[in-house]
């Protein structure tokens, strides 16, 4: 296996939370100054994106799985069916009890019918995600030339959709916003991709655009509240870089 595939499954398992926290630790730290652990990382988290809820994680109450069970007794006992009349499954023997013995309650035996169906359910919307998600033609690191650091990944797809992540916080100026902006030609003047709402990373649609080519130019610059007035780049460039073919 390669050192670039060996990367990308590193980051892959950390966008899970599947490696352990040393190696966590380790490409966390190993992105801010490495442009390629960058780029991977942030590669990963965008191909999940969809599964995350954005949520600030909590820990459960103590007396959670409590109350789950009195719940899931007061289900089972709602649906009305009588005892015994449907072969049940035996926890403490894992076996199937034929209708008319004792066995353990029936709605334990539907909860994990229901917990099995659910996690099929999520495995099946994590690989439809991973499997439909376009891959991109074009990836450029931005790199800010005052403190050499990536602080942006863009991705550009063939039919001109620009996914951008921003790599750490961004400390943006009061009243303004992040522009991102690419030049399709060398020769030609910056477009406008559109804007960081929020100042956090997205994806930007362009139309009447060429599909996005190697050594493309992507930056992203500080602009007044509603964008450039002039339709160019006009504020203070935060991180620019030049598009790469993905292997």
């Not at 376009?134 to 800010?144: E, H, R, S, W, Y």
């Not at 916003?177 to 559109?194: A, C, R």
Request: net charge negative.
């Amino acid at each position: 296996m390669s050192d670039h595939q060996s990367l990308m499954d590193l980051a892959m398992e950390v966008a899970l939370g599947l490696a352990d926290e040393a190696e966590a630790a380790e490409l966390e730290a190993r992105a801010l100054q490495d442009p390629e652990a960058a780029a991977a990382l942030s590669h990963a988290r965008m191909r999940l994106a969809e599964l995350d809820d954005t949520a600030t994680p909590e820990t459960l109450p103590a007396d959670m799985w409590d109350r789950v069970t009195l719940r899931l007794d007061e289900r089972g006992s709602a649906v009305g069916v009588p005892p015994g009349t449907v072969p049940e499954f035996d926890a403490e023997t894992d076996t199937i009890l034929p209708a008319n013995e004792p066995h353990a309650p029936r709605s334990w035996f539907m909860a994990a019918c229901t917990g099995l169906a659910a996690s099929v359910m999520l495995a099946l919307a994590l690989g439809w995600v991973v499997m439909t998600r376009p891959d991109p033609t074009v990836i450029a690191v931005l790199i800010n030339d005052t403190t050499g650091e990536a602080v942006a990944l863009v991705e550009g797809t063939e039919a001109n959709l620009t996914r951008v992540t921003l790599l750490g916080q961004t400390a943006v100026p009061e009243g303004q916003v992040m522009q991102v902006w690419t030049k399709p030609e060398d020769d030609g003047p910056p477009v406008s991709l559109g804007l960081l709402a929020e100042n956090r990373g997205t994806a930007l649609a362009a139309d009447g655009l060429p599909p996005p080519g190697p050594e493309q130019l992507y930056e992203i610059t500080f602009e007044q509240s509603g964008g450039s007035p002039t339709g160019l780049p006009t504020g203070p460039i935060h991180g620019k870089g030049f598009a790469k073919e993905p292997l």
